[in-house]
């Protein structure tokens, strides 16, 4: 199969009278070495259905239909979703292993078929959203890559007691293990980017608990961040009615009160939400 080059890029956006929208992060892959290189990464098995979400012009739709056994595309812009068809129908194979859906990924929450490995090249407004989103959904994702803002990257793969980690990093966690794969040339895109990007990889694990603890365990996670420079009995005070009496609440789920929130684990606070239950909070 033969992948898409900066010069057909090029064509194409000239003949689609594109020209690259900055709010929809439009910077399109024109480079065949790496789009099969996060094929690779994303660990794509011949019998993975591939979602990939914001496809473009079809760089690395391309490529992902070398290995999966079927490519399902979510694109937000109807002239890039109408396009792929053609564009996959001229590179492909089998142009049948290709279903393309024309929405925004936010609002995507069921697709035809079950995807069980994600990629996805996300603009820097909505990354960390649509990630978290597609893992919240897709409970059969098992592994797959996005290609995102360095800074994005770095928090979504940041570990404790780090200046990255954050919201981002400890609620990928709940879903998935998660690390950073790499940095990506700015030259691999058209236009170039003003920015860096880098590849990150996730792992799909089990998740601490239900639906029920997640949305509990979320909260609590929104709270120790929402002022991080503050010890957590300080920053959870809103919730419990006080500092002593979060303090309580702390000590109760094992954990020292006067840590900030970035010292923690998906698991810690995990026990938070657990000993709210438990005393009925």
């Known amino acids: 199969m033969s992948l898409l080059g900066a010069a057909e890029i090029r ?5 689609l009278d594109l020209k690259p929208s900055k709010s929809l992060g439009q910077n399109f892959v024109h480079d065949g070495n790496t789009c099969r290189k996060i094929v690779r ?16 012009l079809g760089s690395l739709t391309l490529a992902m239909m070398e290995q999966a056994a079927h490519v399902v595309v979510v694109e937000i812009d109807k002239r890039l979703a109408d396009q792929l068809p053609i564009t996959v129908a001229k590179h492909a194979d089998d142009p049948s ?17 079950d995807p069980t490995v994600l990629i996805a090249n996300l603009p820097y407004n909505v990354s960390v959203p649509v990630f978290l989103h597609m893992l919240e959904i897709f409970p059969t994702l098992r592994t797959g890559v996005v290609m995102v803002q360095a800074e994005v990257a770095d ?11 954050g919201v981002p990093s400890v609620k990928a966690a709940w879903w998935a293990d998660v690390s950073g794969a790499g940095v990506v040339s ?14 990150v990889a996730f792992t799909r694990r089990q998740t601490p608990g239900d639906e029920a603890l997640r949305k509990r365990v979320f909260a609590i996670i929104d709270l120790a961040f929402a002022q991080r420079r503050k010890m957590l009995r300080s920053a959870l005070s809103s919730r419990y009615g006080g500092s002593a009496a979060a303090e309580s609440v702390l000590s109760g789920a094992g954990i020292d009160a006067t840590l900030r929130g970035e ?19």
């Open 263 to 281: 010292a923690l684990e998906i698991g810690a606070f995990c026990a938070i939400a657990a000993y709210e239950i438990a005393i009925g909070s």
């Open 97 to 113: 292993k290709l279903t393309v859906i024309n929405r925004d990924a936010l609002q995507i929450d069921s697709l035809p078929v």
């Open 186 to 199: 700015r030259q691999i895109f058209w236009p170039v980017p003003n920015v860096e990007s880098k590849l």
């Open 11 to 15: 064509e194409l956006a000239e003949a």
């Open 155 to 165: 928090r979504l793969a940041a570990k404790p007691s780090t200046k990255e980690y």
């Open 41 to 56: 990464t994303a660990g794509v098995r011949e019998d993975d259905i591939a979602l990939e979400i914001g496809p473009g």
